[in-house]
């Protein structure tokens, strides 16, 4: 009987492509609403909201008279059933894109590349990247589309295992393999290990790999697949050269004995190395030259990298969303080069969530990056442990964003650019909404 079901509600996805929503309150007349439970509340209970504004389907966890609605006891484990039947009838490539820093600028850089190329695909929704993330961006794939690309995020062991065995994607990017999130796989060792883990799909045409530190701690299965490739962006791209102009930035490099150019909407260096990464990438996926420019737009999302201008006087260089050490250590970096940089301007630190037992020499390093700078504010509770050791006049450390605010504000008056980074548990997205 569920197998029946199933099929049919796979048929439905099909011929009506309805959208698969989660909260009531986003809910349009067509969509198929699903009722997830949580710690804090049961999507069931809004089953009569979702009816009420027209929705298609529901699947709860409730008994309801209304034959639109789907009762079921595990509503998560019964969308995954669906999901996986959904895959099974799609006939386009899967990609699926992970890594410490850049997955969601990948993604958007694959779209924007395959939308120039009139070639159909569907992307996964903002960055959605777990296991409920997953299936839920599955369940809203378009069947028509000849590539549907995913975003895929791990912060605990065995996670990389569940999100490979849903997805089996054909291509796996891997944008590179940095210590974030170490705290829950005690090493950087297993991290690596089961970021890997995505190169296990049984469907795998071709992986790429940026991976910058030895070599050696690949495993011998994984370096010997003919479908794999390890670079290094860092070290195989030779003669880089960025001239920023006014609305983009032109970029040529050399890789392989080629000289390649492309084009970016933004000039920071990570971005630019997504961009490299993901023209590489493109090359083998698509069966196309590449010779013409490829152009690389920036992730659309809000804290990705946004430079917000706003009516005051001062820009908003926006990196609010997450941070890792590497992540954090380059754009850091980047914003102290820039050339408009002056000792008015404030950087704005949040603290980098589970990095275990390296936590301290980590935030240490960043410290010793920007200390001999002013207008320095260290936001989190790793930042503050630190406080008798470095606190002093450039160096100033809060527990929580909320009372870091009345100085800030007060010192963005005096300042014309205004850098800020952290894990998003900080909540630094709230000083962006008061400084905006």
């Known amino acids: 009987m569920q197998k029946i079901l199933i099929s049919k509600i796979v048929k439905i996805i099909i011929e009506k492509n309805p959208r698969f929503v989660f909260d009531s309150r986003n809910i349009k007349k067509g969509d198929i609403f699903i009722g997830i439970k949580t710690k804090n509340d049961d999507g069931s209970n809004y089953i009569d909201s979702a009816l009420q504004k027209g929705c298609l389907l529901a699947i709860i966890n409730s008994k309801h008279p209304n034959k ?21 009838k799609y006939k386009g490539k899967v990609i699926a894109i992970t890594g410490s820093v850049g997955k969601t600028t990948m993604k958007e850089n694959i779209s924007n590349y395959l939308f120039s190329k009139n070639i159909t695909h569907f992307k996964s929704y903002k960055n959605f990247n777990n296991e409920l993330g997953l299936i839920f961006n599955i369940l809203n794939i378009k069947f028509n589309s000849t590539y549907a690309i995913f975003e895929l ?17 054909h291509y796996v990017l891997i944008t590179n393999i940095e210590n974030s ?6 090493s950087y060792k297993s991290l ?9 799909s049984n469907r795998l045409i071709f992986s790429l790999i940026n991976f910058r530190k ?59 190395k997504i961009a490299l990464f993901t023209f590489l990438a493109m090359k083998n996926i698509v069966s196309s030259s590449l010779k013409d420019n490829f152009f690389h737009i920036k992730s659309l999302l809000p804290g990705h990298g946004n430079i917000i201008k706003n009516n005051k006087k001062y820009t908003i260089y926006d990196h609010s969303y997450n941070a890792s050490p590497y992540s954090l250590r380059e754009n850091l970096m980047s914003f102290l080069n820039i050339p408009l940089y002056n000792k ?15 936590s301290s020499l980590y935030h240490k390093e960043i ?26 006049k450039n160096l100033i450390f809060f527990r929580n964003y909320y009372e870091s ?3 800030i504000i007060k010192r963005a008056n005096k300042c014309k650019n205004i850098f800020i980074m952290g894990s998003h548990g900080n909540k630094l997205d709230m000083i962006v909404k008061e400084l905006c």
């Open 181 to 186: 999130h170490i705290g829950n796989f005690e």
């Open 405 to 407: 605010l009345p100085l």
């Open 344 to 358: 008015h301007d404030i950087i704005i630190i949040g603290s980098m969530k589970e990095l275990g037992k390296v």
């Open 214 to 272: 030895n070599i050696n701690l690949i495993p011998n299965k994984y370096k010997s697949n003919k479908k794999i490739s390890f670079i290094n962006l860092e070290k195989d791209i030779d003669n880089l050269k960025i001239k920023t102009l006014k609305k983009f930035s032109n970029i040529s490099f050399n890789f392989s004995h080629n000289k390649y150019f492309i084009k970016s909407e933004s000039d920071n260096i990570i971005n630019i």
């Open 153 to 169: 995020g791990i912060s605990k062991k065995n996670e990389m295992k569940k999100l490979t065995n849903i997805l089996n994607p």
């Open 68 to 88: 639109k609605v789907i009762y079921t006891m595990n509503v998560t484990k019964f969308i995954k059933l669906i999901a996986h039947e959904v895959l099974n």
């Open 367 to 392: 410290i010793g990056i920007v200390k001999n700078n002013k207008n320095i504010f260290l936001i989190g509770d790793e930042f503050y442990k630190l406080v008798n050791k470095y606190e002093s």
């Open 192 to 200: 690596m290990l089961n970021k890997l883990c995505l190169l296990n």
